[in-house]
Nanobody, 123 residues
Framework: VQLQASGGGLVQAGGSLRLSCAASRRAFGANAMGWFRQAPGKEREFVATISWSGHNTYYADSVKGRSTISRDNAQNTVYLQMDSLKPEDTAVYYC?????????????????WGQGTQVTVSS
């Protein structure tokens, strides 16, 4: 089981990044996928989630309107497009594969996690 997140980096405030997460077939399966983030000294928090079908997406209030989650089921890949980035978006971003097909913001509903990719937004 493997999830490989990429696409992080250093960007100025107002800029954009597109994160990608390539998953093994076993992890991707027919499962919802999610993105979480963890800033230094803080708990890991929910960012966005997408159902297996892609029809349902949910976002944290902190990123709503600035981020878009999408998935390519043929490529076992999930994406997070982040625009209008702010310094408070600085964190390690983790992708996760859910236990089922329904999108969820709860960490407990995810059983496979990637290694994380660093996003740093400078002011």
């Amino acid at each position: 089981v493997q999830l490989q997140a990429s696409g992080g980096g250093l960007v100025q405030a107002g800029g954009s990044l597109r994160l990608s997460c390539a998953a093994s077939r076993r992890a991707f399966g027919a499962n919802a996928m999610g993105w979480f983030r963890q800033a230094p000294g803080k708990e890991r928090e929910f960012v966005a989630t997408i159902s297996w079908s892609g029809h349902n997406t949910y976002y944290a209030d902190s990123v709503k309107g600035r981020s878009t989650i999408s998935r390519d089921n043929a490529q076992n890949t999930v994406y997070l497009q982040m625009d209008s980035l702010k310094p408070e978006d600085t964190a390690v971003y983790y992708c996760a594969a859910g236990r089922g097909s329904v999108a969820s913001s709860a960490r407990s509903d995810y059983n496979y996690w990637g290694q994380g990719t660093q996003v740093t937004v400078s002011s």
